[in-house]
C-alpha cells in the first residue's frame, strides 16, 4: 500500500504543476513570441484527417516506427502494453495459444480495431474483439494510433472505449530495400523475418514473410508452463498511385498458428491441449481526390478466423468459423471554416460455424448472419479566433436490434501554438454479439447497451522540449451486459459508471536522453454488482507508464517500467497470495547497436527484476486455474538491410 500513496502524491503533484503553471507560462510568451517546435507527428484516427498529435481535440497516443525499432515489441500487444489507459490480460507468455485475451481502453472492452482504417473486430467470439498477439511482424507496420475515448460518430456505435488503428508501412521513395532478421531467446524463442518494399514508377509494395516459435517458459518463481507456439505470418501490400492524386491500394495478411496449451491452467497442470488458428485479412482501397477540397475514399475488406482448440479430443473440442465482410464509403470536403466528413459503413458478421462443450454440455450453432448499416456526418466549424465546435450524428441499423442514433458534440479551444483545450459529449449504442444471442448462455431477449461519455482534454507545451496532456472522463451505460457464474447465463446488470483521469509527461532532459511518464486512473462499476467493481479486478485503479530512452552516436538504451496498482475485484481478495498481487511493477531493458547502415543489433531483457505475477484475473489462486506471467527472459536479435 505503501507504492499506491507514492503514486497518488505523484501523480497528484505532476497535476498540481500543469494546473498552477500553465498561466505562468501563458503570461510570459504571447503568440508572437512562440519558439520554433519540432515538427508533429501526423495522426489520422482523432477526425479522420491528417492532423498534429497536439492539435487534436482527443486523446490520442502514437507508438511510432522509432519505438517499435528501439524496443523490440514481440507483437501488437507486447507495444499496445506500453500505452497509458491500454490493458491486455494474455494467457501465458504471448496470446498465440488461446482467444479470449483481454484487451481494454478507458476501462471498456467495447473498442474499434482497425488496419489501415478498415474494421478487423471479431464479433462473436466469446470475450475479445482482437487478439493482439496475431499481429506479430512489428516490420510491416509504420505507427499504432490509440485514440482513448468514445469515437462513435466515425468508428461506429459501439467504439465506447477507443480506437486502435494500425498503420501498415509504404514506400515513399524510388527504392529498393531487403531485411533479414533473427531473434533468439528465452523459452526456445526463434524467430526468422524477410521483408522487401519498394516504390517504382508510381507503384509501391511490401512483401513480408515471419516465422516464430516459442517453448515452455518459466514465470517469476521458476514453475515450468506448458506453452508451445509455432506460428507463420505473411504481409502483401500492393499499390497504384495514379497522375490524378489518387491511390488504389490491396491488402492481404495470413496469420497461422500451431499451439499447445495446458488443459485446465493452473501451475500444477501437466495435460495438454493442441490447437490450430488459421486467419486471413484481404482489403481493398481506392482513394481519389475530385478537386482541391473534395476528396472520396472507398473501401471494400473480408477477415476470416478460424480456431480449432483442444481438436484431439472430440468430446471437448471449442471450434470457430467466423467471417466478416464489410464496405466503406466516404466523403471530406474542406473549406475555410468547415471540413464535413460523411460517409457510409456496411459490415456482415457470419458464424460459418460454432461448436463448444463448456460447462460440460454441447453449444453449437452455425450459418448465423448480422448485418450492420451506417449513416455518419460531422462538421469541424472554425468559429471565432482559434475555436472549433464539430457536431456528428450516426444513423445505425442492426439486423437484429433495429435503428438507433449516436450523437456526438467537441468543443475546442487553440489558444495558441503551446494550449490545447477541447470538451467532447458522445453516445454509443452497442448491440449483443453473436455469441451473446444465439449460444446456449445468451439469448434474443438481452438488451442493447446505451450511454454517453464527456470528456474534457488539455495539452500544453511548457517548452519546445516539454509536454503534459491531461485528460479526465466520465462514462455512464444502461443496460450493461455480464456474464452471471451462477447461473451460467449473460444478462444486464443494470446502470454502469466509469470514472478516469490521466496525466502524461514527456520530456527531453538532455540531448541524449528523453523521458516519458504517465498515470491513469480508472473506477468503474455498476450498482447491482458492486463487488465486481473493475471488471473484477481486470482493471487496475493505478497504472503508471514510464521509460527512459538514451541515444549517444551508434548506441540506444531504452529502460521502461509498467506500475500496476491497486486491482480490486473478488478474485484478488481471495487468497493471501491473491492479494500481494494487488499492487506490482515490472522493468524491461533493451540495448540497441547500429553497427553501420546495413546492420543492427540488440538485446533485450524482459521483466528485470524476474516479478512472479499474473495479467489474467480468473483465478487469483495459485493452486487453482491460474496463468502466470513469464518471469525474465531474454531476447538477442540481428537485422541486415541491402
Known amino acids: 500500500m505503501k507504492k499506491t500513496s507514492v503514486s497518488k502524491h505523484l501523480s497528484v503533484l505532476i497535476l498540481s504543476s500543469l494546473i498552477f503553471s500553465t498561466p505562468c507560462a501563458l503570461a510570459n510568451n504571447t503568440s508572437s513570441e512562440l519558439p520554433e517546435f519540432a515538427l508533429e507527428q501526423i495522426v489520422v484516427t482523432a477526425n479522420k484527417l491528417p492532423t498534429e498529435v497536439f492539435k487534436t481535440q482527443a486523446n490520442i497516443s502514437v507508438i511510432s516506427r522509432e519505438d517499435l525499432e528501439k524496443n523490440h515489441y ?25 482467444t479470449s485475451n483481454r484487451l481494454y481502453i478507458n476501462g471498456s472492452d467495447k473498442i474499434v480495431v482497425l488496419v489501415d482504417g478498415m474494421r478487423v473486430n471479431v464479433n462473436g467470439s466469446v470475450s475479445s474483439v482482437f487478439s493482439p498477439s496475431e499481429l506479430s511482424n512489428m516490420d510491416t507496420i509504420e505507427r499504432i494510433e490509440v485514440l482513448k475515448g468514445s469515437a462513435s460518430t466515425l468508428y461506429g456505435a459501439d467504439a465506447v472505449g477507443g480506437v486502435i488503428n494500425i ?3 509504404k514506400a515513399s521513395k524510388d527504392s529498393s530495400t531487403t531485411s533479414l532478421s533473427t531473434i533468439l531467446g528465452s523459452a526456445n524463442k526463434r524467430t526468422y523475418k524477410i521483408m522487401n518494399q519498394g516504390n517504382a514508377n508510381d507503384y509501391f509494395w511490401t512483401v513480408a514473410a515471419q516465422k516464430n516459435e516459442l517453448g515452455d517458459y518459466k514465470d517469476g518463481r521458476g514453475n515450468k508452463i506448458i506453452q508451445d507456439v509455432d506460428t507463420d ?12 492524386d489518387s491511390t488504389l491500394t490491396f491488402n492481404y495478411q495470413k496469420y497461422k498458428s500451431d499451439y499447445i496449451r495446458p488443459s485446465t491452467g493452473g501451475l500444477k497442470a501437466t495435460t495438454k491441449n493442441f490447437g490450430k488458428k488459421d486467419n486471413n485479412k484481404l482489403s481493398m482501397s481506392y482513394q481519389n481526390k475530385f478537386s482541391k477540397n473534395l476528396s472520396n475514399q ?4 473480408r477477415n476470416v478466423n478460424f480456431l480449432n482448440d483442444n481438436y484431439l479430443n472430440p468430446g471437448s473440442v471449442w471450434l470457430m468459423d467466423l467471417e466478416t465482410r464489410g464496405f466503406s464509403e466516404q466523403l471530406t470536403h474542406t473549406s475555410k471554416d468547415h471540413t464535413v466528413v460523411a460517409g457510409f459503413d456496411y459490415y456482415q458478421d457470419r458464424v460459418n460455424r460454432y461448436s463448444s462443450t463448456s460447462y460440460g454440455t454441447t453449444d453449437a450453432y452455425q450459418g448465423i448472419k448480422l448485418t450492420n448499416r451506417a449513416f455518419y456526418l460531422q462538421d469541424e466549424w472554425r468559429f471565432a479566433q482559434n475555436w472549433t465546435l464539430t457536431p456528428g450524428i450516426r444513423y445505425h441499423n442492426h439486423s437484429e436490434y433495429g435503428s438507433n442514433t449516436a450523437k456526438s458534440l467537441t468543443l475546442g479551444y487553440l489558444q495558441n501554438e503551446k494550449t490545447n483545450y477541447y470538451l467532447s459529449f458522445k453516445e454509443f449504442f452497442v448491440a449483443p454479439n453473436q ?13 442493447p447497451e446505451k450511454g454517453d461519455n464527456i ?15 491531461f485528460n479526465a472522463y466520465e462514462r455512464k451505460a444502461d443496460n450493461m451486459l ?11 446488470t443494470g446502470e454502469e459508471k466509469s470514472r478516469g483521469w490521466s496525466v502524461d509527461l514527456s520530456q527531453e532532459l538532455s540531448k541524449h536522453l528523453d523521458l516519458m511518464v504517465g498515470y491513469t486512473h480508472t473506477t468503474t462499476g455498476t450498482e447491482t454488482a458492486k463487488t465486481y467493481a473493475n471488471r473484477d479486478g481486470y482493471i487496475p485503479t493505478g497504472a503508471w507508464n514510464i521509460s527512459l530512452d538514451y541515444n549517444q552516436d551508434k548506441f540506444n538504451a531504452v529502460l521502461s517500467a509498467k506500475g500496476i496498482l491497486n486491482r480490486p475485484g473478488r478474485k484478488v481478495n481471495a487468497t493471501k497470495t491473491a492479494s500481494n498481487l494487488q499492487s506490482f511493477w515490472l522493468y524491461d531493458l533493451a540495448f540497441n547497436y547500429k553497427a553501420n547502415k546495413n546492420i543492427n543489433t540488440f538485446i533485450k531483457i524482459n521483466n528485470l527484476f524476474d516479478k512472479f505475477y499474473t495479467d489474467q484475473m480468473y483465478d487469483m489462486n495459485p493452486d487453482g486455474s491460474w496463468y502466470s506471467a513469464q518471469g525474465r527472459n531474454i531476447q538477442v536479435g540481428v537485422e541486415y538491410k541491402f
Request: cysteine-free.
Open 455 to 469: 470528456e474534457f482534454g488539455v495539452k500544453h507545451k511548457f517548452s519546445d522540449t516539454t509536454t503534459v496532456n
Open 74 to 98: 514481440t507483437d501488437l500487444g507486447d507495444a499496445l502494453k506500453t500505452v497509458p489507459g491500454v490493458n491486455l490480460q494474455n494467457y501465458s507468455a504471448s496470446g498465440d495459444n488461446y
Open 167 to 169: 498503420i501498415t508501412r
Open 298 to 301: 472507398v473501401s471494400l475488406y
Open 435 to 447: 455469441f451473446q444471442i444465439y449460444s446456449k448462455y445468451g439469448g434474443k431477449g438481452l438488451t
Open 233 to 244: 505470418t505473411y504481409d502483401l501490400k500492393l499499390g497504384k498511385k495514379f497522375k490524378d
Open 482 to 492: 455480464a456474464f452471471n457464474n451462477t447461473t451460467v447465463k449473460y444478462y444486464n
